[in-house]
């Protein structure tokens, strides 16, 4: 049922505001020149499909309206949309690792699809097969689409698929579905964060986060680790390419209305550790992405939560989140306490105190487990209350300018 759609590389697209952004589909130039194809039913006006409209939007001054008539086919391909192709020169090749962020809307009068589980189907973003070629008549490896209960799944078919004629192949593919979204959240913005290691072999990785409204936290919705993420047939691996879609089944007869914004395709998230990246944590990496990473969580509006980082830098401020995480108030002063008294009892204190600071800086580079090995006990005690006490003091100094 998904039929597969032409390729026009486009020219490569230049420029990108921050290093780890490999491309930039935000709609900030007011049009789609920064994707590389439109695909809509062209025998309508372009602009009943696609419109850059300043309302709503999830990021910066413009989002893209798609909208999806009865009948909107692109040529004589199947399928009914309004839909833009990444570039081709950013296609996914085998090894590959990225990030990408987006946002959808979906407006509070949105009809339900409806029809058979064959034609229930509305996807808002996929990554496609090249074509043409051998994985021409497969369908796409990844896809996010919304079914006739509303949900948003993400289905996944990679692999060896060989002999996989979409999915009525009889293939040996890695192939799930998994409702990351139980009921769409309509009337308000969907956040998505996708990491991806592609592979081939059974070493890929795909997450998935998502929020919804006025939610603070993402919720890591999906986690799939070594699986392939690529599709294959023998020797040949497929590199696909991202699409930013409204396609939905030709059985549908509706008109459908979504808002885009925000695409954002990364080589990481900051300096992000990834540890920290759990299922429900501040994801402190998206101040770059969508929103800010507050205390509270992320907050869905960049330009409140900058005015909350005060006179820190977004490094500063992730640092302060750090230290105001890692020890509570009371645990903070009674380090302070400690050393202090060191520093203010004279003579055999002072030494101390001194002796500390050297050993920290000493063996400053070591991991905990290497310093525990070459120091006494009670040495390595009060060095880890000596680094203490300098987070401590780095904390205040960052509160102080907050
Ligand atoms: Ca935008
Ligand atoms: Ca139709």
């Not at 919705?221 to 599709?231: D, H």
Request: charge should be negative; proline fraction near 3%.
């Amino acid at each position: 049922m998904y039929k597969i759609i032409g390729v026009v590389l486009g020219l490569l697209i230049a420029s990108n505001a921050m290093a780890n952004v490999v491309f930039n589909g935000d709609f900030e130039t007011g049009d789609h020149s920064q994707w590389d194809e439109l695909e809509w039913n062209t025998s309508r006006p372009e602009a009943e499909q696609f419109e850059i409209v300043t309302s709503p939007k999830r990021e910066g001054q413009y989002s893209a309206k798609m909208t999806v008539h009865d009948g909107d086919e692109f040529e004589s391909t199947g399928g009914e949309r309004v839909q833009l192709e990444r570039p081709g020169t950013y296609n996914e090749n085998d090894g590959d690792e990225y990030w990408y962020s987006w946002s959808t809307y979906f407006p509070s009068d949105w009809q339900n699809l409806t029809g058979s589980p064959d034609d229930d189907w509305l996807l808002i973003a996929d990554w496609h097969s090249t074509n043409p070629g051998p994985f021409e008549d497969v369908c796409q490896p990844l896809q996010f689409e919304i079914n006739g209960q509303n949900q948003i799944i993400v289905r996944m078919i990679t692999g060896n698929v060989e002999g996989y004629d979409c999915y009525d192949g009889p293939g040996t593919a890695n192939y799930f579905d998994q409702v990351i979204v139980d009921s769409l959240n309509l009337g308000e913005w969907n956040d998505f964060v996708v990491h991806i290691k592609w592979k081939a072999d059974n070493t890929g990785l795909l997450e998935v986060w998502h929020k919804s409204g006025n939610e603070t936290n993402f919720t890591r919705v999906l986690n799939r680790e070594n699986i392939p993420t690529l599709q294959y047939i023998g020797a040949n691996i497929d590199s696909p390419y991202f699409i930013l879609a409204h396609y939905r089944s030709e059985q549908q007869s509706h008109t459908s209305v979504l808002y885009q914004d925000g695409f954002k395709q990364m080589s990481s998230v900051g300096d992000l550790d990834e540890a920290d990246f759990s299922a429900t944590d501040c994801l402190t990496g998206l101040p770059e992405i969508i929103g800010t990473c507050s205390s509270e969580g992320v907050s869905s509006d960049s330009s409140v939560s900058n005015g909350s980082h005060g006179n820190l830098s977004k490094k500063e401020y992730r640092a302060y989140k750090h230290y105001k995480k890692k020890y509570h108030k009371n645990k903070y002063k009674k380090i302070y306490k400690k050393v202090r008294s060191w520093k203010k009892g004279r003579g055999k204190g002072v030494v101390h105190f001194n002796k500390i600071k050297l050993e920290y800086k000493l063996f400053k580079g070591l991991s905990k487990s290497e310093l525990k090995r070459f120091l006494p006990q009670n040495v390595y005690d009060d060095v880890m209350t000596y680094k203490a006490y300098r987070g401590y003091k780095k904390y205040k100094k960052l509160k102080s300018r907050k």
